[in-house]
T-cell receptor
Framework: KNQVEQSPQSLIILEGKNCTLQ??????????LRWYKQDTGRGPVSLTI?????NTKSNGRYTATLDADTKQSSLHITASQLSDSASYIC????????????FGAGTRLFVKA | DAGITQSPRHKVTETGTPVTLRCHQT?????MYWYRQDPGHGLRLIHY???????DKGEVSDGYSVSRSKTEDFLLTLESATSSQTSVYFC???????????????FGEGSRLTVL
């Protein structure tokens, strides 16, 4: 069964520090992998997208990496801000199509002053 | 923000009653989806639509039905609500000017449903 597993489940960091969130997937082959940010009480919003042939993609202080050989992706957040407090969801779209999109359960990030 | 409106945003109902959630978009996207989000689970697809009157089942469709009579509206109906359907429901859209296999999903704000 295709799965997307994220770790850690939750994370607390101090403002200004860096952190890395992990995503392991078994979906293969896949079309692309996205990271979404979900603020409390809001819908998810896309941060980055990578195809299977890309290794890294940045969006401001967010940098996503992809290792297709080990089936791992990570999201690195640099110089965290209080507004980074949110859930971060790893999403994999199989080659079979967008209707088969698989979502990870997310990592809940708390940034403290 | 993508023009997606969900209603109601919050609803409390009793077991056995029918419930309809509405998703309205102003973006003219072709594809519309209903997901549910529960603690410890990723978003799970309930039903989706690929055009007016064209719908199909997702991963967790039992107990749910949908209808799409217009491009802009996608309704999710719980014919007889059960406590296991207590969840946060998200509508999403995709497909305008993008291949459907790579298209970004734009989500609504969610509808929190509690079934007592």
């Amino acid at each position: 069964k295709n799965q997307v597993e994220q770790s850690p489940q939750s994370l607390i960091i101090l403002e200004g520090k860096n952190c890395t969130l992990q995503c392991n997937y078994t979906v293969s082959p896949f079309s692309n992998l996205r990271w979404y940010k979900q603020d409390t009480g809001r819908g998810p919003v896309s941060l980055t997208i990578m195809t299977f042939s890309e290794n890294t993609k940045s969006n401001g202080r967010y940098t996503a990496t992809l290792d297709a050989d080990t089936k791992q992706s990570s999201l690195h957040i640099t110089a965290s801000q209080l507004s980074d407090s949110a859930s971060y969801i790893c999403v994999v779209i199989p080659e079979t199509g967008g209707f088969k999109t698989i979502f990870g359960a997310g990592t809940r990030l708390f940034v403290k002053a | 923000d993508a023009g997606i409106t969900q209603s109601p945003r919050h609803k409390v109902t009793e077991t056995g009653t029918p419930v309809t959630l509405r998703c309205h978009q102003t973006e003219n996207h072709r594809y519309m989806y209903w997901y549910r989000q529960d603690p410890g689970h990723g978003l799970r697809l309930i039903h989706y639509s690929y055009g007016v009157k064209d719908t199909d089942k997702g991963e967790v469709s039992d107990g749910y039905s949908v209808s799409r009579s217009k491009t802009e509206d996608f309704l999710l109906t719980l014919e007889s609500a059960t406590s296991s359907q207590t969840s946060v429901y998200f509508c999403a859209i995709s497909g305008k000017g993008q291949g459907w296999t790579t298209g970004e999903l734009f989500f609504g704000e969610g509808s929190r449903l509690t079934v007592l």
